[in-house]
């Protein structure tokens, strides 16, 4: 190498270098987490549209006077098996006297922990320029973590016996009732599971119901039964004209069991694609029937 091209690499990477120690001098510090900063206050709650995707939402208020960013925002909580993290990577702006609600993904269930326990909220922040991290109680807006938190269990008791899905649609004619599959196949687990039965919504319901509950008789005694389906009547709830445009679980049921003697219940979501096939029939239904279901 001659002279001049050694003495070119050098430079090269001597200012390398100081773009490095640049970096590393403008990247933000290790903060320990602290209290929210003043008059910024945390709670959880969850919308309607959240429960089939099994999400919830942290809300951040700002009371005080100065403009926040909010950044990583963690949910955690001894009845989950990991903390709930932010579905979008993004720093939300908070200015005086606004709020942000932080849409988080619940993470699966821990069936020993104790209903009762206690949730924290851990996020990160920006004010005027300077970064912190802050962790505090998560109250809830309204109570639902440990009514999700029983309906996981029940769930997890229950597909440990068998698997229970929806899985077929075959839409009908105007005033005619559709049928919705559920499918049900056995795992062979040792829980004594029974469907009772399976609840309408507030979009569908069964027309054999009573008191929008359609009566099921299985037994799924340690999983001892053969693969079966179960063909359900099904008719709209309702045909207002949003009916479908602001629908957010109507086509999540609640099914009834009992599990090793506890009655219980859990939720039954439709998929996309099924929820899509519902969806249309309802609009095309309602549109061309004589009114809602019942």
């Not at 970096?23 to 003043?38: E, F, I, R, Y």
């Not at 969850?46 to 700002?62: G, K, L, P, W």
């Not at 016996?161 to 105007?174: E, G, N, Q, R, Y």
Request: net charge negative; hydrophobic share 45%.
């Amino acid at each position: 190498m001659s002279r001049v091209r050694h003495r070119s690499a050098v430079a090269a990477a001597v200012i390398a270098a100081a773009l490095l120690a640049g970096c590393a001098a403008d990247a933000a510090p290790v903060v320990s987490p602290g209290p929210p900063p003043a008059g910024v206050a945390v709670v959880v709650t969850q919308q309607r549209s959240d429960v089939a995707d099994r999400q919830a939402e942290v809300r951040i208020e700002n009371h005080g006077d100065v403009a926040i960013e909010v950044g990583a925002v963690r949910l955690d909580d001894p009845r989950f098996a990991a903390p709930a993290t932010r579905i979008v990577d993004r720093v939300s702006p908070l200015g005086p006297g606004s709020t942000v609600d932080v849409r988080v993904q619940l993470p699966g269930a821990v069936c020993d922990a104790p209903q009762d326990a206690a949730s924290t909220v851990t996020f990160d922040y920006v004010i005027d320029g300077r970064a912190g991290r802050a962790t505090g109680p998560a109250p809830e807006l309204f109570p639902f973590l440990a009514a999700l938190h029983r309906r996981d269990c029940v769930e997890q008791h229950v597909r440990q016996v068998a698997d229970v899905d929806l899985t077929a649609f075959a839409p009908s004619a105007p005033g005619a009732p559709a049928t919705l599959s559920v499918s049900i196949v056995p795992r062979g687990g040792t829980a004594d599971v029974e469907l009772t039965g399976i609840r309408e919504t507030n979009l569908l319901t069964f027309p054999a119901a009573t008191g929008g509950v359609y009566a099921l008789d299985i037994d799924l005694a340690d999983g001892h039964r053969d693969p079966t389906t179960i063909a359900l009547p099904l008719v709209p709830a309702r045909c207002d004209p949003h009916a479908v445009q602001e629908d957010k679980r109507g086509t999540v049921f609640v099914v009834d069991v009992v599990v090793d003697g506890e009655p219980g219940q859990f939720a039954l979501a439709a998929g996309p694609a099924l929820k899509g096939e519902l969806l249309a029939w309802v609009t095309a239904w309602c549109g061309e029937g004589d009114g809602a279901g019942h």
